[in-house]
């Protein structure tokens, strides 16, 4: 297996609503990583988990909540989001190295806060 | 100034052209990553460098440290080729990096 699964792909929320993003590989990779993309822009780098630890959250507001359960899977729970934290939400994997050997990533959860 | 600049932002060409993307960095990094980016898509990693030349297929990515400097190229260019192609570095060093990406090139191969 050598993709990283991301449900759901879409997902409509109301700014009172709480909900969660899923990330799911089998690749063995021990670190894993939240990024947001706005349209025609590049990603932004929110968390990075290495051996399952928060190791970087880049000045993420706390309405964005990551955990990481187990080796395998990174979730990302949302609380009282706003219009403007509507994005593509990647989720990415790689190998614990200098570089980050084996970089996958996901296909996204499209986000829309109405 | 952007740490990570691409040149250049967009890209028009007929098929079967050979496409040349330039990616600099202005810091030290511990590897140089192209990715491929399809419209409303995810992201696709095509190559990783630390040093030298890569080939996979019709893509080739080189990388100077000395001056900086990463191309990624393109031979023989298809319509399905066309899509956002993005330099991205590590540059904490060590352990779990996120990447710090260009602003990506907008490809398009008309056939």
């Known amino acids: 297996d050598t993709e990283v699964t991301q449900t759901p792909k879409h997902l409509v929320m109301g700014m009172t609503n709480k909900k969660s993003l899923k990330c799911e590989q089998h690749m063995g990779h021990r670190a894993m990583y939240w990024y947001k993309q706005k349209a025609k822009k590049p990603p932004e780098l929110m968390f990075v988990y290495s051996y399952e630890k928060l190791s970087i959250n880049e000045s993420v507001p706390s309405r964005f909540s990551p955990e990481c359960p187990n080796s395998s899977l990174l979730n990302l729970h949302l609380h009282a989001l706003q219009p403007e934290d509507s994005a593509l939400y990647l989720c990415a994997s790689s190998q614990v190295s200098a570089g980050g050997v084996g970089y996958t990533f996901g296909s996204g959860t499209r986000l829309t806060v109405v | 100034k952007n740490e990570v600049e691409q040149s250049p932002q967009n890209l028009t060409a007929q098929e079967g052209e050979f496409i040349t993307i330039n990616c600099s960095y202005s810091?030290?990094?511990?590897?140089l990553h192209w990715l491929q980016q399809h419209p409303g898509g995810g992201i696709v990693s095509l190559f990783m460098l630390s040093s030298g030349k890569k080939k996979h297929g019709r893509l080739i990515a080189t990388i100077n440290i000395q001056e900086k400097h990463s191309s990624l190229h393109i031979t023989a260019s298809h319509p399905r080729d066309s899509a956002v192609y993005i330099c991205?570095?590590?540059?904490?060093?060590?352990?779990?990096?996120?990447?710090?990406f260009g602003k990506g090139t907008h490809l398009i191969i008309q056939p």
């Open positions: 810091v030290g990094i511990s590897a």
């Open positions: 991205a570095v590590t540059i904490r060093g060590g352990g779990a990096d996120g990447l710090t």
